[in-house]
């Protein structure tokens, strides 16, 4: 089954804002991470103003999750107000993961391509030909 969420980034002030959204709708986080949790073997190795900056976090909301994290150091140009959001689909597998990126990164910009990542999923990022960034996914 697909499910879509709505994916916020930020420029250093993720964890604020999502402290201010989980005061107001009371739930825990489901998931946080920095970028100093970034493994070694990745081939990433955050700048030190960087390692304290939310790499992901969820926050659970009713029947979906509000998402998020600070840009990175490679994304700086990216973050713009008004285009700091994407639209996160999780796919069923693999197979419709590489259906769906395939299609709507048609004649748009790939910025990470489908690949397997350390948090477990398969994973990639574009921005589709009318400009909306999107994030795939398959577990």
Same mark, same amino acid.
């Given at each position: ?5 709505? +994916?916020?980034?930020?420029?250093? #002030?993720?964890?604020?804002? @999502?402290?201010? +959204?989980k005061s !107001? &709708? *009371?739930?825990? &986080?489901? %998931?946080?991470?920095? &970028?100093?949790?970034?493994?070694p073997t990745?081939? +990433? $190795?955050?700048?030190?103003? &960087? /390692? #304290?900056?939310?790499?992901? !976090? ?20 990216? %973050?713009?107000?008004?285009? #700091?959001? $994407?639209?996160? !689909?999780?796919? *069923? $597998? ?7 990126? /395939? ?18 999923? %398969? @994973? *990639? ?10 994030? !795939? $996914?398959?577990?």
């Open positions: 089954m697909i499910a879509t969420t709505i +994916y916020l980034n930020f420029n250093g #002030n993720c964890e604020e804002a @999502f402290d201010f +959204y !107001v &709708f *009371g739930n825990e &986080f489901s %998931y946080k991470s920095r &970028f100093a949790d970034i493994p990745e081939g +990433y $190795s955050a700048p030190e103003e &960087f /390692k #304290n900056r939310v790499l992901h !976090v969820s926050l659970p909301i009713g029947s979906t999750e509000l998402m998020g994290s600070d840009c990175s150091w490679e994304q700086a140009e990216f %973050y713009k107000e008004g285009n #700091n959001f $994407s639209i996160s !689909v999780s796919a *069923g $597998s693999r197979e419709e993961a590489d259906r769906i990126f /395939k299609a709507l990164s048609e004649g748009g910009t790939v910025t990470m391509p489908q690949a397997d990542t350390f948090w477990g999923d %398969y @994973f *990639g990022m574009f921005t589709d030909k009318f400009g909306i960034n999107w994030m !795939v $996914s398959a577990s």
